[in-house]
Protein backbone atom coordinates (compact mmCIF):
# COMPACT_ATOMS: atom_id res chain seq x y z
CA UNK A 1 0.00 0.00 0.00
CA UNK A 2 1.01 3.59 -1.03
CA UNK A 3 2.28 6.05 1.84
CA UNK A 4 1.96 9.98 2.43
CA UNK A 5 4.31 11.13 4.95
CA UNK A 6 4.37 14.41 6.36
CA UNK A 7 7.73 15.97 7.11
CA UNK A 8 5.97 19.19 8.50
CA UNK A 9 2.95 20.63 8.31
CA UNK A 10 0.69 23.71 9.56
CA UNK A 11 -1.54 24.17 12.21
CA UNK A 12 -4.26 23.37 10.57
CA UNK A 13 -4.60 20.23 8.31
CA UNK A 14 -6.75 17.75 8.25
CA UNK A 15 -8.49 14.43 6.84
CA UNK A 16 -11.80 15.72 4.95
CA UNK A 17 -14.17 14.08 2.51
CA UNK A 18 -17.57 15.53 2.29
CA UNK A 19 -18.45 14.08 5.94
CA UNK A 20 -21.42 12.19 7.88
CA UNK A 21 -24.98 12.65 6.79
CA UNK A 22 -27.43 11.52 8.73
CA UNK A 23 -26.36 11.74 12.54
CA UNK A 24 -27.91 14.98 12.91
CA UNK A 25 -30.64 13.78 15.24
CA UNK A 26 -27.74 12.13 17.38
CA UNK A 27 -26.31 15.59 18.21
CA UNK A 28 -23.38 15.24 15.12
CA UNK A 29 -23.49 17.55 12.48
CA UNK A 30 -22.18 16.46 8.93
CA UNK A 31 -18.80 18.14 9.57
CA UNK A 32 -16.37 17.37 6.18
CA UNK A 33 -14.60 19.78 4.26
CA UNK A 34 -15.47 23.64 4.67
CA UNK A 35 -15.20 23.81 0.56
CA UNK A 36 -17.37 20.96 -0.38
CA UNK A 37 -16.98 21.83 -4.34
CA UNK A 38 -13.04 21.51 -4.05
CA UNK A 39 -13.20 17.65 -3.14
CA UNK A 40 -15.49 17.36 -5.88
CA UNK A 41 -12.94 19.31 -8.29
CA UNK A 42 -10.36 16.55 -6.97
CA UNK A 43 -12.59 13.86 -8.07
CA UNK A 44 -12.85 15.40 -11.75
CA UNK A 45 -9.29 16.19 -12.39
CA UNK A 46 -7.92 12.94 -10.78
CA UNK A 47 -11.17 11.49 -12.53
CA UNK A 48 -11.42 9.15 -9.78
CA UNK A 49 -15.16 8.66 -6.95
CA UNK A 50 -15.28 11.35 -3.98
CA UNK A 51 -12.53 10.48 -1.68
CA UNK A 52 -11.29 11.86 0.77
CA UNK A 53 -8.28 14.36 1.43
CA UNK A 54 -6.05 16.82 3.08
CA UNK A 55 -7.83 20.11 3.96
CA UNK A 56 -5.28 22.69 4.82
CA UNK A 57 -6.08 26.02 6.86
CA UNK A 58 -3.60 28.63 5.24
CA UNK A 59 -1.05 26.91 5.37
CA UNK A 60 0.29 23.49 4.10
CA UNK A 61 3.65 21.60 4.79
CA UNK A 62 6.47 19.43 3.68
CA UNK A 63 5.15 15.96 1.91
CA UNK A 64 6.43 12.53 0.22
CA UNK A 65 5.19 9.10 -1.28
CA UNK A 66 6.61 5.98 -1.59
CA UNK A 67 4.97 5.37 -4.99
CA UNK A 68 4.00 7.75 -7.42
CA UNK A 69 0.90 8.93 -7.78
CA UNK A 70 -1.48 11.92 -9.06
CA UNK A 71 -1.71 14.99 -7.41
CA UNK A 72 -4.45 17.71 -7.69
CA UNK A 73 -4.62 21.30 -5.50
CA UNK A 74 -8.08 22.54 -5.35
CA UNK A 75 -8.99 25.32 -2.92
CA UNK A 76 -7.41 27.93 -2.06
CA UNK A 77 -4.82 29.52 -4.11
CA UNK A 78 -1.28 27.89 -2.10
CA UNK A 79 1.96 28.45 -3.02
CA UNK A 80 3.76 24.93 -4.21
CA UNK A 81 6.14 23.14 -5.59
CA UNK A 82 7.60 20.19 -6.47
CA UNK A 83 11.45 19.96 -5.15
CA UNK A 84 11.35 23.56 -6.56
CA UNK A 85 9.34 23.84 -9.56
CA UNK A 86 6.16 25.07 -9.41
CA UNK A 87 2.54 22.81 -8.84
CA UNK A 88 -0.20 24.65 -10.92
CA UNK A 89 -3.84 24.85 -8.98
CA UNK A 90 -6.48 22.49 -10.40
CA UNK A 91 -4.41 20.24 -12.37
CA UNK A 92 -3.27 16.41 -12.31
CA UNK A 93 0.12 16.62 -11.58
CA UNK A 94 2.65 13.52 -11.05
CA UNK A 95 4.07 13.13 -7.85
CA UNK A 96 6.87 10.52 -8.23
CA UNK A 97 8.07 8.35 -5.01
CA UNK A 98 10.36 10.27 -2.86
CA UNK A 99 10.27 13.84 -4.13
CA UNK A 100 9.14 17.06 -1.61
CA UNK A 101 5.97 18.74 -2.16
CA UNK A 102 5.61 21.55 -0.38
CA UNK A 103 3.10 23.51 0.17
CA UNK A 104 3.20 27.28 1.88
CA UNK A 105 0.61 30.12 2.51
CA UNK A 106 -2.69 30.81 0.94
CA UNK A 107 -2.47 33.55 -1.38
CA UNK A 108 -6.19 33.89 -1.84
CA UNK A 109 -8.89 32.12 -0.27
CA UNK A 110 -8.07 30.24 3.48
CA UNK A 111 -9.32 26.36 2.67
CA UNK A 112 -6.79 24.57 -0.13
CA UNK A 113 -7.40 20.56 -0.67
CA UNK A 114 -4.69 18.22 -1.25
CA UNK A 115 -5.65 15.53 -3.13
CA UNK A 116 -4.04 12.04 -4.51
CA UNK A 117 -5.71 9.64 -6.91
CA UNK A 118 -6.17 7.08 -4.81
CA UNK A 119 -7.35 8.50 -1.90
CA UNK A 120 -6.29 8.68 1.46
CA UNK A 121 -7.25 5.09 2.86
CA UNK A 122 -7.30 5.48 6.58
CA UNK A 123 -9.96 3.87 8.36
CA UNK A 124 -13.33 5.05 8.11
CA UNK A 125 -15.37 6.32 11.05
CA UNK A 126 -19.71 6.19 11.05
CA UNK A 127 -18.87 6.20 7.43
CA UNK A 128 -16.32 8.57 6.54
CA UNK A 129 -12.48 9.75 7.19
CA UNK A 130 -13.68 13.24 7.82
CA UNK A 131 -11.94 14.69 11.17
CA UNK A 132 -14.53 16.64 13.09
CA UNK A 133 -12.80 18.45 15.47
CA UNK A 134 -15.28 19.37 17.64
CA UNK A 135 -16.78 15.95 17.98
CA UNK A 136 -13.31 14.42 18.80
CA UNK A 137 -13.30 12.37 16.03
CA UNK A 138 -10.00 12.19 14.16
CA UNK A 139 -7.75 15.37 15.06
CA UNK A 140 -5.21 17.67 13.24
CA UNK A 141 -2.15 16.06 11.49
CA UNK A 142 1.11 16.08 13.22
CA UNK A 143 4.87 16.24 11.28
CA UNK A 144 6.67 12.92 11.43
CA UNK A 145 2.87 10.84 11.30
CA UNK A 146 2.32 8.52 8.17
CA UNK A 147 -0.84 8.11 6.06
CA UNK A 148 -1.98 5.19 3.98
CA UNK A 149 -2.73 6.00 0.72
CA UNK A 150 -4.76 3.60 -2.36
CA UNK A 151 -3.22 3.05 -5.59
CA UNK A 152 -2.98 5.31 -8.10
CA UNK A 153 -3.81 3.00 -10.87
CA UNK A 154 -2.77 5.23 -13.75
CA UNK A 155 0.00 7.55 -12.80
CA UNK A 156 1.07 7.91 -16.68
CA UNK A 157 -2.83 9.28 -17.29
CA UNK A 158 -2.52 12.87 -19.67
CA UNK A 159 -2.22 15.79 -17.61
CA UNK A 160 -5.78 17.59 -17.22
CA UNK A 161 -7.00 20.83 -15.37
CA UNK A 162 -10.05 22.27 -14.42
CA UNK A 163 -10.79 25.97 -14.43
CA UNK A 164 -12.60 26.51 -11.34
CA UNK A 165 -15.49 29.15 -10.41
CA UNK A 166 -13.57 32.37 -8.40
CA UNK A 167 -15.30 31.49 -4.82
CA UNK A 168 -11.86 32.89 -3.15
CA UNK A 169 -12.43 36.59 -3.39
CA UNK A 170 -15.75 37.53 -1.68
CA UNK A 171 -18.32 39.26 -3.34
CA UNK A 172 -22.12 38.45 -3.16
CA UNK A 173 -23.30 35.71 -1.27
CA UNK A 174 -27.51 34.36 -1.90
CA UNK A 175 -29.01 33.87 1.21
CA UNK A 176 -33.02 32.28 1.55
CA UNK A 177 -35.35 32.93 4.05
CA UNK A 178 -36.06 30.64 7.19
CA UNK A 179 -38.44 30.27 9.47
CA UNK A 180 -37.05 32.99 11.92
CA UNK A 181 -37.03 35.62 9.11
CA UNK A 182 -40.21 36.99 9.69
CA UNK A 183 -39.62 37.61 13.31
CA UNK A 184 -37.05 40.83 12.64
CA UNK A 185 -38.98 44.19 11.34
CA UNK A 186 -39.14 44.75 7.97
CA UNK A 187 -36.49 47.36 7.98
CA UNK A 188 -33.86 44.68 9.18
CA UNK A 189 -33.72 42.20 6.71
CA UNK A 190 -33.45 45.24 4.22
CA UNK A 191 -30.57 46.78 6.10
CA UNK A 192 -29.05 44.00 6.43
CA UNK A 193 -28.63 43.07 2.38
CA UNK A 194 -27.16 46.86 2.28
CA UNK A 195 -24.62 46.39 4.64
CA UNK A 196 -21.03 45.76 3.42
CA UNK A 197 -19.68 42.97 5.72
CA UNK A 198 -15.71 41.82 6.60
CA UNK A 199 -14.72 38.74 7.58
CA UNK A 200 -13.56 39.05 10.63
CA UNK A 201 -10.15 37.06 12.09
CA UNK A 202 -12.84 35.06 14.05
CA UNK A 203 -13.80 32.09 12.90
CA UNK A 204 -13.12 28.61 12.39
CA UNK A 205 -15.10 25.27 11.04
CA UNK A 206 -17.54 25.39 12.91
CA UNK A 207 -18.28 29.03 11.75
CA UNK A 208 -17.15 32.88 10.80
CA UNK A 209 -18.25 36.05 12.42
CA UNK A 210 -19.03 39.16 10.51
CA UNK A 211 -17.85 42.47 11.19
CA UNK A 212 -19.88 46.14 10.01
CA UNK A 213 -20.01 49.61 10.64
CA UNK A 214 -23.29 50.51 12.11
CA UNK A 215 -26.31 49.07 14.40
CA UNK A 216 -26.69 45.11 16.03
CA UNK A 217 -29.27 43.40 13.38
CA UNK A 218 -31.61 42.68 16.81
CA UNK A 219 -35.12 41.53 16.89
CA UNK A 220 -37.92 43.90 18.02
CA UNK A 221 -38.90 43.88 21.50
CA UNK A 222 -36.35 41.18 22.59
CA UNK A 223 -38.20 38.26 21.37
CA UNK A 224 -37.03 35.09 22.84
CA UNK A 225 -36.38 31.77 20.42
CA UNK A 226 -36.53 28.38 21.60
CA UNK A 227 -34.05 26.86 20.73
CA UNK A 228 -34.35 24.40 17.28
CA UNK A 229 -31.95 22.95 14.95
CA UNK A 230 -29.64 24.66 12.73
CA UNK A 231 -27.69 23.84 9.36
CA UNK A 232 -24.23 25.21 7.85
CA UNK A 233 -25.22 28.62 6.13
CA UNK A 234 -27.30 29.63 8.55
CA UNK A 235 -26.50 33.41 9.60
CA UNK A 236 -27.16 33.47 13.39
CA UNK A 237 -27.44 36.92 15.27
CA UNK A 238 -25.91 37.27 18.48
CA UNK A 239 -27.59 38.98 21.61
CA UNK A 240 -25.09 41.89 20.07
CA UNK A 241 -26.94 41.46 16.76
CA UNK A 242 -23.44 40.58 15.66
CA UNK A 243 -23.99 37.87 12.44
CA UNK A 244 -22.11 34.75 12.07
CA UNK A 245 -22.39 32.46 9.40
CA UNK A 246 -22.21 28.80 10.17
CA UNK A 247 -20.21 26.19 8.61
CA UNK A 248 -19.57 22.25 8.08
CA UNK A 249 -18.73 21.44 11.93
CA UNK A 250 -21.43 23.75 13.71
CA UNK A 251 -23.79 22.48 16.34
CA UNK A 252 -26.97 21.04 15.51
CA UNK A 253 -29.06 22.84 18.08
CA UNK A 254 -29.21 26.77 18.35
CA UNK A 255 -31.65 29.22 19.82
CA UNK A 256 -29.96 32.54 18.37
CA UNK A 257 -32.58 34.13 15.99
CA UNK A 258 -31.40 33.70 11.89
CA UNK A 259 -32.31 36.26 9.91
CA UNK A 260 -31.80 33.11 7.10
CA UNK A 261 -29.37 31.18 5.17
CA UNK A 262 -26.69 31.01 3.57
CA UNK A 263 -26.95 28.84 0.19
CA UNK A 264 -25.24 25.66 -0.07
CA UNK A 265 -24.08 26.73 -3.53
CA UNK A 266 -22.49 29.94 -2.32
CA UNK A 267 -21.51 28.77 0.82
CA UNK A 268 -17.87 28.36 -0.26
CA UNK A 269 -17.74 31.91 -0.92
CA UNK A 270 -18.38 32.26 3.08
CA UNK A 271 -15.58 29.86 3.87
CA UNK A 272 -13.04 30.82 1.51
CA UNK A 273 -12.87 34.54 2.87
CA UNK A 274 -9.80 35.07 4.35
CA UNK A 275 -10.10 37.96 7.01
CA UNK A 276 -10.46 41.33 5.50
CA UNK A 277 -12.64 40.04 2.57
CA UNK A 278 -15.75 42.50 1.71
CA UNK A 279 -18.86 40.20 1.87
CA UNK A 280 -22.60 40.93 0.59
CA UNK A 281 -25.68 39.19 0.67
CA UNK A 282 -28.96 39.41 -1.15
CA UNK A 283 -32.41 37.23 -0.67
CA UNK A 284 -34.11 35.57 -2.92
CA UNK A 285 -37.35 33.04 -2.65
CA UNK A 286 -37.28 29.94 -1.45
CA UNK A 287 -38.06 28.87 -5.09
CA UNK A 288 -35.12 30.59 -6.46
CA UNK A 289 -33.58 28.68 -3.98
CA UNK A 290 -34.36 25.41 -5.16
CA UNK A 291 -33.34 26.08 -8.71
CA UNK A 292 -29.73 26.24 -7.47
CA UNK A 293 -29.93 23.02 -5.23
CA UNK A 294 -27.66 19.76 -7.13
CA UNK A 295 -26.64 16.40 -5.75
CA UNK A 296 -23.09 16.10 -5.30
CA UNK A 297 -23.92 13.05 -8.20
CA UNK A 298 -24.51 15.58 -10.72
CA UNK A 299 -22.13 18.47 -9.31
CA UNK A 300 -19.19 15.81 -9.98
CA UNK A 301 -20.86 15.27 -13.59
CA UNK A 302 -20.85 18.67 -14.39
CA UNK A 303 -17.61 19.13 -13.26
CA UNK A 304 -16.20 16.23 -15.43
CA UNK A 305 -17.57 17.72 -18.38
CA UNK A 306 -15.09 20.62 -17.64
CA UNK A 307 -11.80 19.15 -17.59
CA UNK A 308 -9.91 19.72 -20.60
CA UNK A 309 -6.27 18.11 -21.42
CA UNK A 310 -3.24 20.03 -21.38
CA UNK A 311 -1.21 20.34 -24.19
CA UNK A 312 2.50 20.60 -23.31
CA UNK A 313 5.40 21.90 -25.28
CA UNK A 314 7.77 18.58 -25.06
CA UNK A 315 10.99 20.28 -24.75
CA UNK A 316 9.29 20.94 -20.65
CA UNK A 317 8.31 17.26 -19.76
CA UNK A 318 11.00 16.20 -17.87
CA UNK A 319 9.54 12.31 -17.98
CA UNK A 320 9.00 12.31 -21.54
CA UNK A 321 10.74 8.70 -21.78
CA UNK A 322 8.36 7.19 -19.13
CA UNK A 323 5.70 8.01 -22.23
CA UNK A 324 4.75 5.32 -25.06
CA UNK A 325 4.96 7.79 -27.55
CA UNK A 326 5.07 4.42 -30.34
CA UNK A 327 2.63 2.14 -30.23
CA UNK A 328 3.24 -1.27 -32.34
CA UNK A 329 6.88 -2.71 -33.84
CA UNK A 330 7.50 -2.71 -37.74
CA UNK A 331 9.92 -3.48 -39.68
CA UNK A 332 10.61 -0.06 -41.09
CA UNK A 333 10.43 -1.12 -44.91
CA UNK A 334 7.22 -0.58 -45.28
CA UNK A 335 5.30 1.46 -48.36
Known sequence: MPHLMIHSIGPGVTVQDLGRPGWTAQGLSTGGAADRRAILEAAAILDTP??????????????????????????????????????????????????????????????GYLSFAGGIATPQIMGSRAAHLTAAIGGLLQAGATLPLGKDTTPLAPPVRLTPDD???????????????????????????????TRSPR??????????????????????????????????????????????????????PRIGTVLPADLPIVAQSAPGTKLRFVFVTVQEADTTATSDKATLAALRAQVTPIIRDPHDIADLLSYQLISGVTAGNEL
Open 50 to 111: IQAGLEMMGFGGVFSVDRDTRIALTGAQMQASIDGAPVPQNTAVLLRARQKLTIGGAKQGVY
Open 167 to 197: RCAGGTVRVMPGPQTGYFDAQTPARFTKTQF
Open 203 to 256: GNRQGVRLDYDGDGFTLSGGLNITSDLIVPGDIQMTGDGVPYVLLAECQTIGGY
